[in-house]
């Protein structure tokens, strides 16, 4: 069996279809990965013949953020580019495979080409909130008015179609395929997947969908800590994590998350990240680091503060480590929501981010009851949604 596992975006959305893949393979059979071009050396290291797909979603920080927002017109094309490089990336990597699996649920082109080729596709999304439920409005937290969360559904699929309706038409007439008349519906199919942890994120109601819930898809790191952080981790007590990953976090807010660590009497291992963060006044209190391994780190903080992606929240309640999100967009205000309503941490909405809102936050992370809850969760967190899904494809494609 050959299998083609795809996706876009940043490596929060990367790497699990990456862990997924080596599952694959470890069972003997062949596997393709279509994924964005920054991801296509690191893939070939770990043995795997990608074709690049998309852009490099780097996002700038500081002037030059400010330079980089670009207008309707540039979005209009860009969206455009986007949908015609997904359709012929992955039409040239599903040469010869016998399923597609999609990561994520900006997949625009990955049902299409496996309804051209006659052969099973999936979708699988990261977060709970990406699937149309009257529990939660899109990318939102769980609860609210049923009735006001299917209208908020109903303006999204209308919101998608607006942008990408037209464009996903012409591509598809460009491979010989039907008009669809709502994109999200077709992104998603009637069978998508849920990788994600069900104690972290539990299935909602999903009226009309058969979901799978397979678990979080987690590639195992083996990788060392630098000798540099093994000698700061060693130099006293667990520090605390700071780390925004690829968020355009800027460089004031990254200080009063420092000072505000340093309030609560804490040392610091500070993640630049893409917004490339900085150290604050003396550092022998402070580390900065690079790309880390997080499993092999995060048993050995005190707490996490991050942004809340799916991954990072993930790792630090694998670790049975408290955690403080300060969630941005997407689905990071519903991980806040789970972390606090599971009592492993804390958070604070980026809008009110301040010295007075954060450390009342990491006081109450750093909390004995909480560091107990935390450790009990990392013993309920599924390891194995890599071998479930796995499991999946193989009976799909039988």
Not at 94 to 122: K, L, T
Not at 190 to 214: E, F, I, K, S
Not at 286 to 298: K, S
Not at 312 to 321: K, S
Request: hydrophobic share 45%.
């Amino acid at each position: 069996m050959r299998v083609l596992l795809t996706a876009v975006g940043t490596r929060g959305d990367v790497q699990p279809v990456v862990a997924l893949a080596v599952e694959v393979r470890r069972r003997g059979h062949d596997v393709k990965l279509c994924i964005p071009p920054n991801f296509t050396d690191w893939a070939a290291g770990l043995g795997f013949t990608a074709t690049p797909i998309g852009i490099a979603m780097r996002q700038p920080s500081g002037a030059a953020a400010a330079q980089a927002t670009p207008t309707p017109e540039q979005l209009r094309a860009l969206l455009e580019h986007l949908a015609r490089d997904q359709f012929d990336a992955t039409a040239s990597a599903a040469e010869g495979c016998d399923v597609i699996v999609a990561g994520g649920a900006h997949q625009y082109a990955a049902r299409s080409i496996a309804e051209r080729r006659g052969i099973p596709s999936v979708v699988a999304l990261y977060a709970p909130v990406a699937l149309p439920s009257p529990d939660h409005t899109p990318g939102g937290e769980p609860g609210g008015d049923p009735e006001g969360n299917r209208k908020r559904w109903q303006d999204e699929s209308r919101s998608w179609n607006d942008r990408l309706l037209a464009r996903l038409n012409d591509n598809r007439q460009r491979f010989g395929l039907g008009p669809l008349s709502d994109v999200h519906s077709h992104v998603l199919g009637d069978d998508p997947w849920l990788a994600v942890d069900p104690v972290l994120g539990p299935q909602p109601a999903t009226p009309g969908l058969r979901v799978t819930q397979t678990g979080a898809w987690i590639l195992p790191d083996h990788t060392p800590l630098e000798p540099a952080l093994e000698a700061f981790l060693a130099a006293g007590e667990p520090p605390i994590y700071i780390g925004f990953g690829s968020m355009p976090f800027d460089q004031q807010s990254g200080r009063l998350v420092i000072e505000a660590v340093r309030a609560a009497g804490r040392r610091v291992v500070l993640s630049q990240g893409w917004a490339e963060l900085g150290l604050v006044g003396d550092t022998s209190d402070c580390i900065a680091i690079g790309d880390v391994n997080q499993q092999a780190l995060f048993p050995r903080v005190a707490a996490v503060v991050h942004h809340g992606g799916a991954g990072t929240t993930t790792t630090a309640a694998r670790a049975g480590v408290p955690q403080v999100i300060v969630p941005m967009f997407a689905d990071q205000p519903y991980w806040a929501s789970r972390v606090r309503a599971l009592g492993i941490g804390t958070s604070v909405a980026r809008g009110a981010l301040s010295a007075e809102s954060l450390l009342p936050a990491l006081k109450d992370a750093l909390d004995h009851g909480v560091a107990v809850r935390a450790a009990a969760i990392a013993g309920t967190v599924a390891v194995n949604g890599t071998a479930v899904a796995a499991d999946f494809i193989e009976r799909a494609s039988a």
